[in-house]
């Protein structure tokens, strides 16, 4: 019978395998989420945020309880067989990634018969008292032969007692009907949720071991509905034609009813009794295997193995020898349930249970894709020391000289020299070539037409710049916009390229306060764009605002007339309704 419950475990197996591999535990949780730390962690959650400690505080977890159903078998004396009901429950915590506790509870039922005919049953109490005229019977009856004895020992044995051949026998086919209840507490360690190559499991493998109490009542199957001894088992046991197990079975059933209504042999008083029973402390090992359903449901295959010192779990406590007398068997009655049954993880504000989760997940996700590394500050080489680095520095520059955005020197008015080293930083493109010092040779006024270019007008700031745009700003604002920003660069460009013009910034509008701030503020807000962004002197804007007869949110640029001057800085007007 064993067999078959293991046949039936191993096709529940298979059918389930597939399932299980195609499966994948739940993402991980996010280790920066605060609600999933206890309290008592949450001083080591905060150093690892901090970057003062390297490891995330372990997270809570869910509560495993499960429900389970399966066969019990009793190793013991006498053959077990197929018996329902068995049904157990448990509660289960993780500790950490790979050890957990739970506590179960069983309650099995466990049936057992044997097929050989027993003569020797006046040393079992339970059946000496349903047939009590076994202890009437001289010794020499004990070692009456049963199906099988040789012709030499039936001969004399009957001879001796007057008996004729095929005188049915005063035997016993010792059965019985056990109920089992077992609390424990045991140790579980998961054997597969830790893993290199892979994120993620669906099914799980575990094995426990653990401590608890047995308590266990037996009855045994001596009498029938009238309460009187089965008389036909010596007919069963001098057949012939009963060769076979499953035929000596058969006929047992025949005649037999399913009262179980003799309390087998127990302890008596020497043993502690609960509930009337006997009770016993047990140990207990197993393994299993759990499949994932879902984050919330997972169905699991277990077999257990339970001992206990006691060798009255099938009320035989003798075992018999084909021919002599009983002896007392040296061994012990041990039960085994295997079972499938549903698990349910219970919890709010908390991850799966441990043991379904891989706890080289944040540490491979952070090395891949990192959230809370603190990296250092990458250093790079700067040779020259003028802050823009060697991969896109075009130019060795020497020391305290601007550069632009390539690491070259600044030319502002393009004569060749540095700004570090020129001593006249705008020179006229009409005075130059210069010297090594930056400083250009302007030719004198030509008296005559002797002199080369004599006669020829020079040009003013207005032609050599053009005509310039306007900037217009949106109702209300001082903010430039992208298209004004654009208009502005080209502005820039032109003055570069004629280093001695001015340019002149025009606001419109005075009627009132607010008009006359508002103007101000839009000249301004040119005049810092020219000079913080487009890198040209301050000295080169002359700054009016509050002018007539022009557009209030507009302003307008124009090249400086000859000789023309003014401010390029002017105090705001009404400073208290500045907009900044």
């Not at 191993?10 to 395998?17: P, T």
């Not at 996010?30 to 690892?48: C, I």
């Not at 057992?112 to 001289?138: L, M």
């Not at 520095?393 to 004569?415: F, R």
Request: proline share 7%; glycine share 8%; aromatic share 10%.
């Amino acid at each position: 019978m064993a067999s078959k419950k293991y046949l039936l475990l191993a096709g529940m197996f298979c059918l389930l395998a597939s399932y299980g591999y195609s499966q994948r535990v739940g993402a991980s949780y996010d280790v920066k989420d605060s609600s999933l730390v206890p309290s008592k962690r949450m001083p080591q959650h905060t150093e690892f945020l901090n970057g003062t400690y390297n490891f995330p505080a372990k997270p809570r977890n869910q509560w495993e309880i499960g429900i389970k159903t399966g066969l019990l078998n009793v190793s013991g004396d006498i053959p077990s067989k197929l018996a329902f009901p068995s049904f157990g429950v448990h509660v289960r915590k993780a500790f950490g990634y790979i050890f957990s506790m739970r506590a179960e509870y069983w309650y099995g039922t466990g049936k057992g018969r044997t097929f050989n005919p027993a003569e020797n049953f006046s040393h079992n109490s339970a059946w000496a008292s349903a047939n009590g005229a076994a202890n009437s019977y001289s010794a020499p009856y004990l070692f009456a032969p049963s199906v099988g004895a040789p012709a030499s020992i039936v001969s004399s044995k009957f001879v001796n007692f007057g008996m004729p051949a095929n005188t049915p026998l005063e035997v016993v086919y010792y059965n019985y009907k056990t109920h089992i209840q077992d609390l424990s507490i045991q140790g579980v360690v998961t054997l597969n949720n830790i893993r290199f190559h892979k994120a993620k499991t669906g099914f799980n493998f575990y094995g426990f071991a653990g401590i608890g109490g047995t308590v266990y009542d037996t009855k045994v199957n001596a009498l029938n509905s009238n309460n009187q001894k089965y008389t036909q088992f010596g007919s069963v046991s001098v057949n012939s034609s009963y060769k076979k197990r499953r035929d000596t079975y058969k006929a047992l059933k025949a005649f037999m009813d399913d009262s179980y209504e003799t309390p087998a042999q127990n302890q008596g008083p020497r043993r502690p009794k609960l509930f009337g029973n006997t009770f016993k402390p047990s140990g207990t090992i197993g393994a299993g295997i759990a499949f994932k359903l879902s984050n919330r449901l997972n169905l699991a295959i277990e077999d257990r193995q339970t001992f206990v010192k006691d060798d009255l779990l099938d009320g035989q406590e003798w075992q018999e020898h084909a021919w002599g007398d009983p002896v007392l068997t040296s061994d012990f009655d041990s039960y085994n349930f295997a079972s499938i049954g549903l698990n349910i993880n219970l919890g709010a504000k908390a991850v799966e249970p441990l043991w379904w989760l891989n706890p080289l997940d944040y540490a491979y996700s952070e090395i891949r894709n990192p959230r809370l590394m603190r990296l250092p500050k990458p250093v790079l080489p700067d040779s020259d020391g003028d802050g823009i680095t060697d991969q896109f520095d075009q130019e060795q520059t020497p020391q305290g000289c601007p550069v632009d955005s390539h690491g070259v020197s600044k030319d502002t008015d393009g004569d060749g020299v540095p700004d570090c080293k020129d001593k006249e930083l705008i020179t006229p493109t009409y005075c130059q070539p210069v010297d090594a010092d930056g400083i250009g040779k302007c030719p004198v006024p030509c008296p005559d037409s002797t002199c080369p270019g004599w006669g020829i007008k020079q040009q003013s700031c207005a032609d050599k710049l053009g005509a310039l745009p306007s900037v217009a700003f949106k109702s209300g604002s001082n903010k430039l916009s992208d298209d004004a920003k654009a208009v502005l660069a080209s502005v820039a460009s032109r003055m570069r390229n004629n280093p001695d013009c001015k340019v002149v910034v025009v606001g419109y509008c005075s009627s009132n306060k607010k008009e006359q701030q508002l103007s101000w503020d839009h000249v301004n807000a040119v005049i810092n764009y020219m000079v913080e962004k487009e890198g040209l002197s301050v000295d080169r804007f002359i700054f009016q605002y509050g002018q007539e007869g022009g557009d209030c949110n507009t302003v307008d640029l124009r090249a400086a007339g000859e000789g023309e001057e003014g401010p390029n800085t002017v105090p705001a007007p009404h400073p208290n309704l500045r907009k900044n």
